[in-house]
Every structure is written in structure tokens, then in C-alpha cells.
């Protein structure tokens, strides 16, 4: 099967031709129909995010099972699946504390053996377990969450990251209740998906900023009531539009020290901040001791959306069919698996939402 394989960090990444491992007693084997490029593959791709060489990246997909190991008991060759980069184990201390998307052994599979070999037998590592930039790849059966087989696998693709994880921030992370001012700072897939989930939660204004003029129109079109330009003093734009007191609610959905601190400034006393974006582990944001305390703010980091895949998959699903998500919107291109390395330029220069690989 043919993967772009990830060699060296910054390096772009290679088609080759790879053979995946058999599945074992609890895995199943999928054929990939579509895959998301996240800018998660991205910070991995070039370091920010650490991890092991070579890989196979690609955390956004979904496929047809194709194989069950003996021992699979929920799949059948010819499900549609999402793949779920956390598979919860539904045992450890955090998925007993409504935790899933911090399972302590969600990623194990991840790490545990290559999940294909190259041409010369090297191992290859399957990144965040599911490695979606390949034809086909193979994963626990609980990394896989079941949709109806007549939606398109292009769009479930993006529900695999993108969507669970800016919705769910605004759902889980944040809960906001109907009324309350929201602003989300980056507008690509996730920043996008999180001003759907405010639209959807009836949140008014949702403020969007991003450094990008196109990303601004997106906004608008996926809920923002106002659109603001990164360049022009957004939080001082967010608190002109909220009485002066700063939005009950700020998403990050960049990973930056300043965007955290810039959605820190436009959150009122007292508000939430919800921080979506990855940054470097060696990145540092500063606060006032006293800030903290009088600013009263609760400030949290957010994986996954805080989402269960198997409960959240398909409620967005079932949102998109009722016309309350528009997934199609996130869609900015359709590209083949060897032009993966210009979806990573046209994310830098920030003018897509989601380039889709279509295999
Ligand atoms: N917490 C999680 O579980 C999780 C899941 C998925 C992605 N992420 C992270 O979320 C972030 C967003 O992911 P994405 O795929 O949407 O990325 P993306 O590259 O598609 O979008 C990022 C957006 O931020 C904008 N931007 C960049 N710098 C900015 C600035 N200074 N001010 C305002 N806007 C700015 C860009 O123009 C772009 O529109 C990344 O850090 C990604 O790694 C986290
Ligand atoms: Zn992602
Ligand atoms: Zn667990």
C-alpha cells in the first residue's frame, strides 16, 4: 500500500510503498477513503510536537474496514468508520472520571510496534495510531467509531479531528449557554469547526480573528457575527464590542504564547479560556500573580474536544444531516495523497480550512 512517510523532522514527506502488519486478535484493517490534513501533522512533521521517526502521519480519516482481527466483535468488513487519534480504553482512572479524551492508554497502540514496514523491513510507526496518509492502515477496533455508510467519507473524515475538537470545546471545554459572547482566535479547521459549535450553542456575538482576510469571510460564513484582523488590536476590537468587559468565553485555537495571552486579554473577569491550540511544550505564557487572582478567569487546555469519539462522532454526524453544522464549509481543497506536502504550504500561508487527501 502507498503512505507518505515522515523521515525527518521539517523534511517533507515521501510516497512510498509500504506492508502493513497483519491485524492483530482485537485491530481492524482500514482502507482510507479520505483524510484531513490538521495542523497537528504539521507540528509533528516539523518538531513542535515530538515524536519518533520514520511515521506515517494523518489523524483525520475515516475508510471501509476492510479486515477484523478474530477477536472484533463490533466491525464487519464493509463498515464505514471514523478513525479516533484517542481510543479510549473505557477502564483507566480518566475514562472512569468522564475523561476518554485523556485516557491513560488511548495512544498505547500507537507506540507499541511499527505498524508497516518499508521496502528495506525498517519499521514504520503508525502517528497518533491512526496514520491516515496511507491507503490503508490498521487500528484497535475501539479506534474505530461506525457511521452510516451513506454519508460522505470526505466530510466523517473531518469529524475525526477538526470538527469533535472545536465543537467540543465549545460544547464540553467551555459550555457555553445560549446568550454568552464567544470570540475564537484562528480561524483554520478547528477555529472554524468551534464557531459552528457557538452558532450551534446560540452563543451572540461569536467574534472570529485571524490574521487572514479569506479566513474572515469563512468565519462569517460558518456563524461570526464580526470579523476581526489579528493586525488591528483585536483585543481591544472585542472589548469595544462587549461593553468594555471582554467576551464571557475566548477559544485559542492557534498555539501560540501571545494568541493565548491576546484570548486571556479579551475574556471579561470572571470568563472562560479555553486553550485548543498546541504549542511548543517549550513555550512559555506569562501572567501577573495578581492578574490571576483578581481577573478571576478560569483558564483551560482542551484535548480532543473533550469528546467521547464514540458519542460525539456521530452526534456530529447527525448535526451536519439537520443542518446544523455545515462540514462542507470546512472543505477549502481535494488533493492526492503526493500532493501532501502543498497542503502543508497552503496551510502555512493560511489560506485553507482543510485540505481533504482523497484517496
Ligand atoms: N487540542 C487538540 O486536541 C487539538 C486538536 C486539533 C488541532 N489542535 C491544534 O489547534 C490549532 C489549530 O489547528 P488547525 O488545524 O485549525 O490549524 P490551521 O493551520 O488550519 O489554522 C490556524 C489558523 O490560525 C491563524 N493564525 C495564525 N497565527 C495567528 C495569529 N497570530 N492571530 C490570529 N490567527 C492566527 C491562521 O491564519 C489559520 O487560519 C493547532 O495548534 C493544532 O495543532 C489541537
Ligand atoms: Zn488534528
Ligand atoms: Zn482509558
Redesign the pocket.
Known sequence: MRAAVWRAPGAPLTVESLDLRPPGPRDVVVRIAASGV???D??VRDGT?PHPLPAVLGHEGAGVVERCGAAVTGLEPGDHVVLAWVAPCRRCFQCLHGHP?LCEHGMDHAWAEPYARDASGAGVLAAFGTATFGELTVAPEHACVRVDRDFPLELAALVG??VV??VG?VRYSARVAPGESVAV????????AAIQGARLAGAAPIVA????GA?LDLARACGATDALH?DDD?VEAVRELTGGRGVDHAIE????P??IR?AYDMTRRAGTVTV????RFDDVVGFGAMELMVDAKTMR?????ATDPARDVPEMLRLHRAGRLDLGALVSRRISLDGIDDAFAA?DT?E???SVVVF
Open positions: 490538521c495542523h497537528s504539521r507540528s510536537i479524551e479531528c477538526a475538537t472545536g470545546a482566535v484562528g480561524c483554520g479547521g478547528v477555529g472554524l480573528v485571524d490574521r487572514v479566513k489579528a483585536p485555537a492557534v498555539g501560540s501571545a494568541t491576546a485548543v491550540g498546541a504549542g487546555g482542551c484535548v480532543y474536544g496551510m493560511g485553507v480550512a482543510r
